[in-house]
């Protein structure tokens, strides 16, 4: 299953709101992960099962979609936001992510 | 809290065998499953394959012949090896828990092919 965010890349400022959509090949389901990755470090679980937030993840956090859509939304951007995120589909062997989208 | 640490080379030469450990620290081996995934130079993350606390595995079908995945549950360690290594392997390493979603992450090891 191939996932594709858009857009790959997008520059913001702090108390924007953001969007990021991750799109799948095929219907996935609820089955869609959100991660976020700071520069020189591992990526960290944002949200599972499409919308439910991870434990200790900020409210500005929020995940929507089914089947071959998924949206993820900043509400409020925060400086410690600015990062690359990723979204991978757990529907499926192989497991895949998306190619990340850069938020700057 | 479950912490992971990878372990391994970090050099490896073109034709020989990558071998990485990861130490499962805090919490429960059996508990879930393991993943490994690598992240190469352009940023892509790649799901290498998974384990179970059975054994079982799970690979991507891309790298599967060159796979071997296992778990020592007494020392808590999962270990992977690659065979026949290329540059294109050249990546940063990570072990993962992987249940609704992957995580705690480990720190990644960084292997780099090279002659």
């Known amino acids: 299953i191939q996932l594709t965010q858009s857009p790959s890349s997008l520059s913001a400022s702090v108390g924007d709101r953001v969007t990021i959509t991750c799109r799948a090949s095929?219907?996935?389901?609820?089955?869609l992960v959100w991660y976020q990755q700071k520069p020189g470090k591992a990526p960290e679980l944002l949200i599972y099962?499409?919308?439910t937030l991870h434990s200790g993840v900020p409210s500005r956090f929020s995940g929507s979609g089914f089947g071959t859509d998924f949206t993820l939304t900043i509400t409020s951007l925060q400086p410690e936001d600015f990062a690359i995120y990723y979204c991978q589909q757990l529907n499926s062997y192989p497991l895949t992510f998306g190619p990340g989208t850069i938020v700057d | 809290q479950v912490q992971l640490r990878e372990s391994g080379p970090g050099l490896v030469r073109p034709s020989e065998t990558l071998s990485l450990t990861c130490t499962v620290f805090g919490g429960f081996i059996t508990s879930s499953h393991w993943s490994w995934v690598r992240q190469s130079a352009d940023k892509r993350l790649e799901w290498i394959g998974r384990?179970?606390?059975?054994?079982?595995?799970n690979y991507n079908p891309s790298l599967k012949s060159r796979l071997r995945m296992s778990v020592d549950l007494s020392k808590k360690v999962l270990s992977l090896e690659m065979t026949s290594v290329t540059a294109a392997d050249t990546a940063v390493y990570y072990c993962?828990?992987?249940?609704?979603?992957?995580?705690?992450w480990g720190q990644g090891t960084l292997v780099t092919v090279s002659s």
């Open positions: 384990i179970d606390a059975s054994g079982i595995t």
């Open positions: 095929q219907d996935i389901s609820h089955y």
């Open positions: 993962v828990r992987d249940d609704t979603g992957f995580g705690p």
């Open positions: 099962a499409a919308s």
